[in-house]
């Protein structure tokens, strides 16, 4: 049984969390080998909720599969798809099942994805999901009817920041607002220069929450240059292209877990924040070699 | 702009855009109008009759 | 006001298939100002099916008329009289106005000739912008005069997303990001506070479908 994503947060270790695409179909086989190869390696693993709005398997199934395997599972919730009923039906669902960590998103837009044609539902923000767990761990839903009985749901309640958001007041005043909300937790979204991040974190320290880095694993020079000029929020420093760039023929990808593996052990050894989140995305077999190359497994 | 907006309207129904021109002249130019005359006149030959079938009066 | 635009003529000169004289009524307020449906627009589409009537060895009598709006029954009478000559009516009006004529003269086809897009403003020449989306719940009061709902492609109410990008909305570079925009609004009015505060989820109650409003003068009182 793994250890609970809230009582490593509250250890005060460098606390290191993954995530777990679930695919489009019912073929599961990859996931399951994913699941079974990062599991023990990580305190948490977020199932991404249709990510990028393409359609997948949902997030709850496969936060079950990954506690039956013996992992820990991190539910990420977007506000895209569902509305305020489906989503607390959704939390009260996970917490009965022991799903008790949720990653609040607002969700990308419906027209970035695979199904242009669907109908957005934005209910709810990430801010008020937030809320929305708050008010559920007191007794009453959304709609201030009280909770039948006296069992009450407790979740360990995460949120997102863009560190790198330019401009970047609005999106301090939303992360703001987010704690206020009861985020426990933040993961980032994903940083590569250490430098402006230390800045945000001499900010961020004021509050009352763990800060997990956002680690993506760079597999070329044009895929940093591509996220630099597509991705909002994401900046990849010069000199890191160019290193990417420099990479013998073939060993790109070599590079790139190099470079994460470093990043990963100076924010661990100067104690920047409390953990990373590693987004390996179609990656998810290298993040052991990642691990390894931090000095963490 | 209103002419490329009226040769749009001319695509719509299937009538060739460029059977519509522009020409900005005065009255003076006879020249000009009569290179402009058989510059379309070629377009129309170029072309043919379009498929629009008047019935006869 | 209302901003509407024409369909793609295919698909109108499919409805009326068939047809051998047709009514084509435009409509003299908002969608005569963003040049969809107004007097001149009604010409336009009238010779238009003419002429594509003519390229299939077809005839085709279209009569065209503006009335000075479609969303008034006082206006849609003016052409009670010779309805009844025509096989269809395009109404050029917006979806409202398509359906009250509809209504008053169900004896006859009436089919849209545009589709109603937004309610909006006039940016420039030629140029109309989406500022309203009618949702009975207005909250310009504290977002500086900048509508979330109308603007943010997600309607949120604590914005911005993760997808903002240099004041420039995740769906592409084009849209401004609303929640940017609010920021720099208030920031400016010295009045950021407002959007400090956790605002509340939307209520979407208040938005019957259909909407019904009678002004209080007019309600039945004890």
Not at chain 1, 140 to 167: H, Q, S, Y
Not at chain 1, 276 to 281: G, P
Not at chain 3, 128 to 154: F, H, M, N, Q
Request: net charge negative; with cysteine.
């Amino acid at each position: 049984m793994a250890k609970a994503f809230k009582e490593a947060l509250e250890s005060g270790k460098f606390v290191i969390t993954a995530e777990v695409g679930p695919p489009k179909g019912v073929d599961i086989e990859e996931m399951k080998h994913h699941i079974e190869l990062l599991k023990d390696k990580v305190d948490g693993l977020n199932v991404t909720d249709n990510q990028s709005s393409v359609m997948r398997i949902s997030t709850l199934p496969v936060c079950r599969l990954i506690q039956e395997a013996g992992g820990e599972p991190i539910l990420q919730m977007t506000c895209r798809d569902k509305n305020r009923l489906a989503l607390q039906s959704e939390l009260l669902g996970a917490y009965i099942l022991g799903i008790k960590n949720v990653l609040s998103l607002t969700g990308d837009y419906v027209t970035v994805g695979d199904h242009v044609d669907a109908k957005p539902v934005f209910d709810l923000d990430s801010v008020l999901l937030l809320e929305t767990m708050k008010g559920l761990e007191e007794g009453k839903d959304f709609a201030g009817n009280e909770l039948k009985g006296e069992a009450r749901p407790t979740f360990c309640k995460g949120a997102i920041v863009t560190p790198e958001a330019n401009p970047i007041e609005p999106q301090l005043l939303k992360f703001e607002k987010k704690i206020k909300a009861g985020a426990e937790f933040i993961q980032t979204q994903a940083i590569y220069d250490l430098d402006n991040f230390k800045k945000f974190m001499k900010y961020a320290r004021q509050f009352d929450v763990k800060i997990m880095a956002g680690i993506v694993l760079l597999v070329s020079a044009g895929m940093a240059k591509y996220m630099n000029a597509n991705v909002p929020g994401i900046f990849v420093p010069k000199d890191l292209i160019d290193e990417m760039a420099g990479a013998e023929k073939g060993k790109a990808l070599a590079k790139g877990i190099e470079i994460a593996g470093r990043m990963i052990k100076t924010l661990k050894d100067e104690n920047i924040c409390d953990g990373v989140h590693i987004m390996a995305i179609g990656k998810e077999g290298k993040v052991p070699d990642i691990l390894a190359e931090a000095g963490l497994s | 702009m209103w002419v490329g907006y009226t040769k749009g309207l001319l695509k719509e129904i299937g009538i060739e855009p460029e059977r519509l021109k522009m020409f900005n002249l005065s009255s003076s130019m006879a020249p000009a109008f009569k290179d402009a005359v058989e510059e379309m006149i070629e377009v129309a030959k170029k072309l043919g009759p379009t498929k629009i079938q008047k019935k006869a009066a | 006001m209302i901003v509407a635009e024409r369909k793609p003529f295919e698909e109108i000169k499919a409805m009326i298939e068939g047809c051998k004289k047709i009514l084509v009524v435009g409509c003299g307020e908002c969608v005569s100002v963003c040049m969809a449906g107004g007097e001149k627009e009604v010409q336009i589409l009238a010779s238009q099916l003419r002429l594509a009537f003519e390229e299939e060895g077809k005839e085709l009598e279209a009569g065209e008329t503006t009335l000075v709006r479609q969303c008034d029954k006082e206006y849609l009478e003016k052409i009670k009289d010779n309805i009844d000559d025509y096989d269809a009516v395009i109404s050029m009006a917006c979806g409202a106005g398509v359906q009250f004529l509809a209504e008053m003269y169900d004896q006859k086809p009436v089919y849209p000739a545009l589709n109603t897009q937004f309610i909006g403003v006039a940016e420039r020449e030629g140029e109309w912008s989406e500022r309203c989306r009618a949702c009975s719940d207005c909250v310009l009061a504290y977002t500086g005069g900048i509508c979330p709902v109308a603007i943010c492609a997600k309607g949120l109410l604590n914005g911005p997303c993760g997808g903002t990008n240099d004041g420039k909305c995740e769906l592409s570079k084009e849209k401004d990001c609303a929640w940017t925009l609010i920021y720099n609004r208030l920031d400016k009015l010295g009045k950021l506070d407002n959007i400090r505060k956790i605002f509340p989820a939307k209520k979407y109650s208040v938005q019957t479908t259909p909407g019904r409003r009678i002004h209080e003068a007019f309600k039945e009182k004890e």
